[in-house]
């Protein structure tokens, strides 16, 4: 079984891009400090790549990036730093994560790396934990909001009252479809109650948090002629916010039962859970729950008759204030909260039918915080479109596949330029993104879809006005994105030469300079036909054939160097490769050294347990540790990930042919 140096779980409320775009962070990050890392995925699939009990037991250090509940009680005793998703979306800011967990066994080399800032407690703070618990219920109830939605609208196409039997254009499967729906949509309140329950005291509190939302969507059912309390009678649903206090409610009555019933003898382990745990909390929750029906309601009611006086102040007050929200944090807390908003105001407009002014103000407020969430990416597809030259072609490529993301309606494509400038880049999304939901509402759009972006324009009504608001508004954020990187890389421009000459002073007495790049590695320091018996015959050949190529003053030193880093965390890495490398004051150039053999070497521990056929060496000076090293470490491993490189390094037995090969990518 393979072995990690840091193991790390990441999440978001929708699994959909800030779960893997922090676990592609998170492994450049250890590639560049030449460190294995295995990063599980919380997405909406469910878990992928998750990690074994060997693994946490064999990792160095845990970082857990996640707004949902990863179960992190698995890594009790490990070093770990818990973050929110949102704090290892870029290399840097992972890099900064993996420092910290290691600082954090007292490991000195890494601690006195790490700024001031890592050095806080790694304790998570109130807010985080209570966002966590809230997401987690979130993402759980995003797929009934979009299942159910998508399906309403979907029945919409047969006709306005098609689900009606006693509608003129009534439709036996669009009534179906309207029914299933609808279903799905009365789950959203239980399952975003049941699952910040389930988040705060796992499984046990499931039952009194599924009880706590029903009542949520139900109220105190109230006999209308006696006006007492009537299991028969009807009463007033508080909505979503009644399921948050719901589930926050039902999780924290567990813990207390769990405290409470902590004195039992262990052999009534089995009957706490299938008994007293649900018997009570449902009691207790049930009760407390029936008891506020009536205050929350009113807060309830409150809230969106606000929303709806916002409508009343005009289109642009209200547009405003959507477009700032889900522009702001892309996917965070503020965004999720005008997107849950706008869900919660859409099931109602669906409850109450077509025609009604519910319906009216529900489906037009859904259709401009779908706007305000599609444009930031497309303004980024804009600028990138507009302004190549200003991008690097990481951005300009990102850029492209936000066109996808964005007309899907999803935001987060966009976070990696905004995390790179918040200001002004912030701003500018807020401003077009503005500029839509105005539009949109001037419009008098309604879409009876609450997610899917352009997918769903065939039940969206005024559905090209929709798309001309969501461009204007794109188009505008995108020239204004253009302008500033224009001003920035004319900036940068204008200060290169000024900063060129200090720059270069540095760089001299650390480093070669970069046009020596291109001989890190010489034809004569590439040996394809080697014969190793294990993997320290293999570094001990590279560190003899150092000396002999008068790059290293002493081969034991070098070798020492080499099975110190070895100790820290394997080199190997998959498909063959390894990139063992030394740091020492023996070495006196910075250097690259190739060995090859086909049979592969054997017990070097790779990350998929297969030998190791290329070997490819860094050596480095002392000195340039800092520097030099981990910049030909992060473009080995950038290029190991390359199927190309990795093909043609692997296959080729031409020295010539492969030192030109790795060299193209360490320039």
């Known amino acids: 079984m393979a072995k990690f140096d840091i193991i790390a779980a990441t999440g978001c409320p929708t699994g959909i891009a800030h779960t893997f775009m922090a676990k592609e962070a998170l492994e450049k990050a250890a590639a560049e400090r030449g460190l294995t890392i295995k990063v599980e995925t919380h997405g909406q699939v469910g878990v992928e790549n998750e990690l074994t009990k060997s693994e946490i037991a064999g990792a160095k250090a845990v970082v857990v990036a996640a707004d949902k509940d990863v179960q992190a009680e698995r890594f009790a005793g490990k070093p770990m730093v818990s973050v929110g998703v949102s704090k290892a979306l870029s290399v840097e800011a992972a890099g900064k994560l993996i420092d910290r967990a290691l600082a954090a066994k007292g490991d000195s080399t890494v601690a006195a790396a790490a700024d001031v800032e890592d050095e806080v407690e790694e304790k998570e703070s109130i807010g985080h934990i209570i966002y966590k618990h809230l997401m987690n219920g979130v993402s759980h109830m995003l797929v009934f909001v979009v299942a159910g939605g998508v399906l309403t609208a979907v029945s919409f196409l047969w006709g306005i009252t098609s689900f ?23 789950l959203m309140v239980p399952v975003l109650s049941a699952y910040i329950a389930e988040s705060i005291g796992k499984r046990p509190a499931l039952v009194p948090g599924f009880v706590a939302g029903m009542i949520a969507i139900q109220g105190l059912p109230v006999n209308a002629e ?126 109450a039918g077509v025609g009604t002014d519910t319906y009216n103000f529900g489906t037009n407020f859904m259709a401009a915080v779908s706007a305000a969430c599609i444009v930031p990416p497309l303004i980024t597809t804009f600028a990138v479109v507009v302004g190549k030259k200003y991008f690097s072609q990481e951005d300009h490529d990102a850029g492209i596949v936000n066109l996808i993301l964005g007309c899907t309606h999803i935001t987060e494509g966009a976070i990696p330029f905004m995390t790179k400038n918040i200001w002004p880049v912030m701003p500018i999304m807020m401003l077009g993104s503005s500029i839509a939901s105005i539009l949109t509402i001037m419009f008098n759009v309604h879409d009876p879809a609450p997610h899917g972006g352009f997918l769903v324009l065939p039940v969206v009504e005024n559905g090209p006005l929709w798309v001309l608001a969501i461009l204007i508004g794109a188009v505008v954020g995108g020239i204004l994105f253009v302008a500033f990187k224009k001003y920035d890389f004319e900036k940068n421009q204008k200060a290169a030469p000024v900063a060129k000459p200090v720059e270069a002073s540095k760089a001299a007495a650390v480093e070669a300079p970069k046009a020596e790049a291109a001989d890190f590695v010489k034809v004569e320091n590439v040996f394809v036909a080697e014969d190793f018996a294990s993997r320290d015959e293999a570094l001990s050949f590279v560190s003899n054939q150092a000396v002999k190529a008068g790059i290293a003053s002493d081969a034991d030193a070098v070798m020492n160097a080499f099975l110190a880093r070895e100790a820290e965390g394997t080199t190997g890495m998959m498909e063959g490769f390894a990139i063992p490398h030394a740091k020492s004051d023996a070495i006196t150039e910075a250097a690259v050294i190739v060995v090859k053999d086909e049979s592969g070497v054997t017990g070097w521990d790779t990350m998929d347990g297969a030998p190791v056929n290329v070997a490819i060496a860094l050596l480095i000076p002392g000195a340039q540790a800092g520097t030099t090293h981990l910049k030909i470490l992060s473009k080995v491993a950038e290029a190991l990930m390359d199927e190309d490189f990795r093909a043609t390094v692997k296959g080729s037995t031409d020295a010539a042919e492969i030192a030109k090969t790795i060299n193209a990518r360490l320039v």
Do not use: R
């Open 164 to 186: 009606d039997s006693t509608a003129s254009d009534y439709n036996s499967f669009a009534a179906m479809l309207k029914i299933i729906g609808g279903i799905a949509m009365n």
């Open 226 to 351: 006696t006006g007492m309390i009537d299991a028969g009678g009807a009463g007033v649903g508080f909505g979503f916010l009644g399921g948050i206090v719901g589930g926050f409610l039902a999780g924290y009555v567990i813990l207390l039962l769990e405290k409470v019933f902590a004195g039992l003898p262990k052999n009534l382990d089995g009957l706490k859970a299938i008994f007293l745990y649900p018997l009570f909390s449902t009691a207790i929750v049930g009760l407390v729950m029936l008891g506020i029906s009536g205050p929350m309601a009113a807060i309830n009611t409150a809230m969106m008759d606000f929303l709806k006086g916002l409508s009343a102040s005009g289109a642009v007050v209200l547009g405003l204030a959507i477009g700032c929200m889900c522009a702001f944090d892309m996917g965070g807390p503020v965004n999720k909260a005008a997107y849950v908003t706008g869900t919660a105001m859409l099931t109602e407009a669906l409850a």
